[in-house]
């Protein structure tokens, strides 16, 4: 399968990459997950969904630390869980929105019969 290339695409995927980042600004700073940035870990953790939560699950089943309070390795391990489920689902997004657009443009061509 051919990978389509497309400004549009790879704008939305950064625009979705950004978007995580501000909303894990707040993580980044405190450098901890707990209850006053709660909100932030919601909202990045639903933005990476679903990827997010199926690795949560994993790593909440295999660990008895509080989930809403992580420090040192947890933290770095949630904050990476978060990249890694942003990347992929950014190219899932880059391949998405590519595909849809070659076959808009692709109809858009087409003559009228």
């Given amino acids: 399968m051919k990978v389509p290339k497309s400004k549009l695409a790879a704008g939305v995927a950064a625009a979705y990459l950004l978007l995580v980042l501000v909303v894990s600004s707040p993580l980044i700073i405190d450098g901890a997950i707990h209850h006053g940035n709660g909100i932030p870990f919601f909202g990045a953790s639903f933005l990476t969904l679903p990827l997010s939560w199926i690795a949560f699950r994993v790593i909440d089943s295999l660990s008895d630390a ?48």
């Fill in 66 to 113: 509080n989930a809403f309070y992580m420090v040192g390795t947890q933290y770095y391990l949630a904050m990476g869980v978060l990249a890694a489920c942003a990347v992929v689902n950014a190219i899932i997004i880059y391949l998405l929105v590519g595909i849809v657009g070659r076959k808009l443009g692709t109809l858009a061509r087409k003559p009228a019969k």
